[in-house]
């Protein structure tokens, strides 16, 4: 008799609990309330398709190898030969020397493809792959594109490498940009152009930077880097 009264104790507290906590029917939607429900979603996922290229740095690509940075097609694959076996270039005799200069000139030969994979591609290199982008900006102006493609990728350039800088623990992140405007320089041929370049990089620049770009000013204009140095305070002459 005892076992009954239990059971009928713990019959009735599970007909409460399903009362109480008894879920609201779902409503059926309209297709308006429809219509609402998808387009919230669509628009987070296009903030966030826009978002994604600006959190894809340098900095977070630390552990990615240069095949993973480049496009799988032949171009990318090519360039990211040339980064891999870079340090052959030193020995050109050698089997691996021989392969990346040849690989060089193939690339030469689809300047545009190569030109917008190195653009696309060079600042998601890891900074522990800071001279091989040293050479692949210097190797990219050399193709047969146009002038003003040259100059505004070395704009582009600069900008980023001197945000770079401030997150690279690789010191020779702070030649990247001196590189850069010597590259300018040699494109350029301008001197309103070079002046305009550099007075928009100084004030972006440390101060270490400053000089040694104001040491590559100094042999196009003399005076015009003997002014900057004065203004910016260098002791640079």
């Not at 740095?57 to 240069?66: G, R």
């Not at 392969?99 to 545009?112: A, F, G, N, W």
Request: hydrophobic share 35%; charged share 30%; net charge neutral.
């Amino acid at each position: 008799m005892k076992k009954f009264w239990i059971f009928i104790i713990v019959l009735a507290a599970a007909y409460f609990a399903y009362t109480y906590f008894k879920p609201e029917p779902v409503r059926e939607k309209t297709s308006q309330n429809k219509l609402s429900s998808f387009h919230i979603p669509k628009i987070d996922l296009e903030q966030n398709r826009v978002a994604a290229p600006q959190q894809d740095t340098a900095a977070q690509n630390k552990n990615k190898k240069p095949n993973e940075i480049f496009a799988s097609n032949r171009t990318g694959r090519g360039i990211a030969k040339i980064v891999d076996l870079y340090d052959y270039m030193d020995n050109p005799t050698s089997d691996k020397g021989k392969e990346v200069l040849d690989e060089i000139q193939k690339l030469r030969e689809t300047p545009k493809e190569t030109f917008e994979e190195i653009r696309k591609g060079i600042f998601l290199l890891p900074d522990s792959y800071e001279i091989k982008r040293q050479f692949l900006l210097q190797y990219a102006v050399t193709l047969d594109v146009d002038k003003e493609e040259k100059m505004a990728f070395l704009k582009e350039g600069m900008e980023k490498s001197l945000q770079n800088i401030q997150e690279s623990a690789n010191v020779q992140s702070t030649y990247t940009p001196s590189i850069i405007f010597d590259t300018f320089i040699s494109v350029s041929e301008d001197a309103s152009e070079i002046e305009k370049f550099i007075s928009e990089a100084m004030p972006k620049s440390t101060t270490e930077v400053q000089k040694v770009i104001i040491a590559s000013y100094n042999r196009v204009n003399s005076d015009k880097a003997m002014e900057l140095a004065k203004r910016y305070s260098l002791n640079t002459f």
